[in-house]
């Protein structure tokens, strides 16, 4: 059964049946609600949404050189390949099927670039299947109308989305996105970091929940097992 954790900020990591783990932005060292050490942490694969320091994070510590695939854009997948890392490249609309479900690239709205300044190829969100539940991760971006698109072409069983505005969406515009997307349910991300992304978790889900879908804040460290 497939099983998430929060990790704080944008950084989730998921299991499956098979103990297979998917880590995505893990933004731990110098997030001060993560509730775990990188070094506590093993991945079989790396999500990035983006190369933005709050999502790359720890995923260059975290991931073994030989058990580990990195799995982000083209442009960030040859930055990071330099350094001897096993990555696996997709581009905006792409798919791959790997071992444990296939994981598709979609648009998001934001931009992209290394700490140190290299252009990272275009932010994105991720839609990926794992033990017959489909996730869908936004990354950071503004709301968009193809967002309804996305909700059609797969079911999204489990939606992480970010409601801190500042550098995405706010609460007004994530409760919108998710009436475009339609999830089952819906998870509050980027939020309560930092100070410009000040919100209460609590309010998106009260304005969802108003328009008849469901949703919930997890804590750091909180788990949710699926069925
Ligand atoms: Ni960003
Ligand atoms: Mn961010």
Known sequence: KMKLQYLGHSAFLFSDSQNRTILIDPFLTGNPLSPVKASQVKADYIIL????????????????????????????????????????????????????????????????ATSNGLYAGLAAGVVFKLDHKTIYHCGDTGIFGDMKLIGEIDKIDVLLIPIGGNYT????????????????????????????????????????????????VLKPGEELQFS
């Open 49 to 112: 949404t983006h190369a933005h320091s709050d999502h790359i994070g720890d995923a260059l510590t975290i991931a073994d050189k030989r058990k580990t695939t990195i799995i982000c854009v083209v442009e960030l997948a040859s930055i990071i390949s330099k350094n001897g890392y096993n990555t696996h490249p997709l581009q905006i609309g792409g798919a791959f099927q790997f071992p444990f479900g296939k994981v598709k690239m979609v648009t998001a709205f934001h931009g992209s």
């Open 169 to 216: 969406m706010d609460i007004d515009d994530a409760v919108r996105a998710v009436s475009l997307i339609q999830p089952e349910l819906a998870i509050p991300m980027h939020y309560n970091t930092f100070d410009l992304i000040r919100a209460n978790p609590q309010e998106f889900v009260d304005k969802i929940t108003a328009n008849g879908f469901a949703g919930k």
